[in-house]
């Protein structure tokens, strides 16, 4: 599948890539992306796969637009998930495209048009308080995990420390890191 770069994707992108550069080599290293990081989103996807959220057969909402860095038409669900024993709230965001994307287009051929899989997991208390201990993964639509422009999985702690990113562009979204609800998604199941 291709998709249409606009400027204005290409600039994203740009931004994406320096932002995380910047502070992975002040650093000598990222601070996400490793392979534990890589392991434990790979849990991750598999629970979407257990629970019909990614992958063949995948359930479907109606999509609604969306924009730039996730996609021009969007899916979002929430949901819960146990990861090494962990449970957690699960937010995943299925991203569409090209540019002009409709929601006909989306519903008659979504495998033709899905860009990404985007993934917030809420993990244990300790993970990173700071940032809320969301854990961030961005997988291509086969499930394998994309990578910045450097090449570093985009898995885990992804633009802490950064000016762009996922971290750095959801702690604007306020308490709960999230953009689309304002629902308390708590660490732990009551």
């Not at 000598?28 to 490793?34: E, R, V």
């Amino acid at each position: 599948m291709t998709m249409k770069l606009t400027t204005a994707k290409l600039m994203m992108a740009a931004a994406f890539g320096a932002g995380l550069a910047g502070p992975a080599m002040a650093q000598d290293a990222p601070n996400f992306g490793g392979d534990e990081d890589q392991a434990y989103a790979q849990q991750v996807w598999q629970a979407m796969v257990d629970q019909n959220l990614a992958g063949e057969g995948a359930i479907m909402s109606f999509p609604y637009p969306g924009t730039d860095p996730h996609g021009m038409m969007l899916e979002t669900f929430y949901s819960r998930a146990t990861i090494d024993g962990h449970d957690g709230a699960l937010v995943v965001k299925r991203n569409y495209g090209p540019e002009g994307v409709t929601v006909d287009d989306v519903l008659g051929a979504p495998a033709e048009h899905l860009g990404a899989v985007t993934v917030m997991f809420r993990r244990e208390a300790g993970y990173d308080d700071e940032t809320g201990n969301w854990f961030y993964a961005k997988y291509l639509p086969d499930g394998s995990l994309d990578a910045n422009p450097n090449g570093v999985a985009l898995a885990g702690l992804v633009g802490k420390n950064a000016e762009a990113g996922c971290i750095a562009c959801h702690q604007n979204a306020g308490e709960n890191y999230l953009f689309t609800t304002d629902a308390d998604l708590g660490a732990t199941m009551e």
